[in-house]
């Protein structure tokens, strides 16, 4: 795990001291809230609708047990006893108050953590594949590069004040559990036919008002060019993308109205003008960096656990932890456990304070010490012996954090909404919780079986509705809550954006409406073993919109 060194310290103590000052001069008057509103994104502070919020940076979702229970005591001593993970591996606290904000970072960099660009128009925290370094299917782990390519942009001098928000994603498998083709940049590891490790490069996705997927840029791009290549993209995106409005101020709308052929042309031509020598990555330097992300070593092991296998004989309940929260590890004996934060009925991504303190305590006692934030806002043990996870399990279950929910129905993503935020227009929480409720985590939910439902409570897109398998979209209709339902949305590999069935649903008919999607879902299948994604891509959207408006046959939406 990285190590801040001399010049990150120094940097973070610098801009806390700043910022405590600038929050002194708004406490006494002396910054109007519109002088303020820069000055504190720039440190993570959003005014949300019933208090300042603070988001902390993340990098890449990896976290040390120390710096998990620094969270859990900002939560209890700071806010209201808890916090919520996010779509961008970060962790928001919903109630600070501003006076003690100053505090808060304070506490943070103790622990070398921050909130620095996790707001404003400027490149935000880099994330990855929170299975980085463990999975089975990994080429590499991108990790190193995400930490390069964090110091590059914290604080460029260039790109500290984009068009709009920038945000870029790693992956280092053919599984893509970074969602790296709906970011602005995303990074792919693959290996060229001499062996060499590159990247493939994508440009141009996003969600929000104008969903797009990104494009293709390059097949393979040499890992010592990394930077110079992220920053030709970048300073063409600076000069060209627009800044007249902000709706159409993103990268992914550069490259549509640029086309795409003269926006790679302009980003070739950036990267053939620079003096690559400059940015080119010494293979020592990345070195050093892999060094502080080298695995764990973990003993030996046999692939099979007696223990584990006498454990799930017996225990339903295990069982069905293990079959869906548990995957494979590149270490014989060894598994990734995905703790979930969705556990029925719950606000999804929420963990109390003593919850962040029993993850620590099971990352520092089972886990090497690592713990892992997904985009999908749960919680990562990235190494652990099967051996262990019955005792594991048993302390989860403890902390009600033993839900066996992953990739199933109410494993869903979901925003704020308007129960916190000011963009928001409709309440996204209540709607995610009803869902759960709904369908549970027994044999309905493992009949229905892999389900991504995602939700946003505005166009802005937080919870990534564009692409779930089901997709839930809130808007205000003349002053009533409504729902909108696309189908057929992905970010994995095969990413797409989902389809609207039609007309939205109001917050009485919309579980009923999901249960009707399910419903036809499982009547058309071509047995179990045809998940949803794949069984919608065959069928298309006609016989779900049947189903969905045919009232007249009495379907209960």
Known sequence: MYRYDEFDAAFVA????????????RLEGELTEDQFRPHRLMNGVYLQLHAYMLRIAVPYGTLSARQ??????????FDKGYGHFTTRQNLQFNWP???????????????????????????????????????????????????????????????????????????GAPADRAAIQVHDIGYQLTKNASGETGFIVYVGGGQGRTPMIAHKIKDFLPVGDLVAYTQAIVRVYNLD????????????????????????????????AMNKQELKLPQAEVERIQAYFAPPALPSKSVRSEALEARRATDKKFASFVENNVSPHKAPGHGVLTISLKAIGAIPGDASAEQMEAVADLAE????????????????????????????????????????????????????????????????????????????????????????????????????????????????????ETYQITLGGSGDETCSLGDITGPGFSEHDIVGAIETIVDTYVAQ?????EDF??????????????????RDKGADI
């Not at 794949?534 to 045919?550: D, H, I, N, Q, V």
């Open 525 to 529: 299948r071509r047995g179990a073993g």
């Open 241 to 272: 993308g627009r800044r007249d409005n902000k709706y159409k101020a993103r990268i992914k709308i550069l490259v549509h109205e640029m086309g795409l052929e003269k926006f790679m042309d302009a980003v070739e031509a950036e990267f053939a």
């Open 365 to 480: 006692k089972y886990a090497h010490d690592e713990i892992r934030v997904s985009h999908e806002q749960n919680l990562v043990l990235p190494h652990v012996a099967l051996d262990d996870l019955p005792a594991i399990y048993d302390e989860l279950v403890k902390h009600k954090l033993a839900t066996a929910n992953i990739g199933l129905i109410s494993d869903i993503i979901c925003c704020p909404g308007l129960d916190y935020c000011s963009l928001a227009t409709a309440r996204s929480i209540p709607v995610a919780q009803r869902i759960s409720e709904h369908f549970g985590e027994g044999a309905r939910a493992a009949e229905i079986g892999a389900m991504k439902i995602k939700i946003s409570g505005c166009i802005n897109a937080c919870g990534h509705h564009h692409v779930g398998h089901i997709g839930i979209l809130g808007l205000e209709r003349k002053g009533v």
């Open 533 to 550: 994604l794949t069984a919608y891509r065959r069928l298309g959207m006609a016989p779900f919109k049947k189903a969905l408006y045919e």
């Open 97 to 171: 108050a501003l006076k003690d904000i100053p505090a808060v970072l304070t506490h943070l960099a103790e622990v070398e953590m921050h909130a620095i660009q996790t707001s404003g128009n400027c490149i935000r925290n880099v994330t990855a594949d929170h299975f980085a370094g463990a999975a089975a299917d990994e080429i590499e782990d991108p990790r190193p590069y995400a930490e390069i390519l964090r110091q590059w942009s914290s604080i460029h001098p260039e790109f500290t004040f984009l068009p709009r928000k920038f945000k870029l994603a790693l992956t």
């Open 14 to 25: 610098d801009r806390v001291a700043q910022f405590s000052d600038q929050v002194k001069r």
């Open 68 to 77: 998990m229970r620094k969270l859990a005591f900002i939560a209890r001593e």
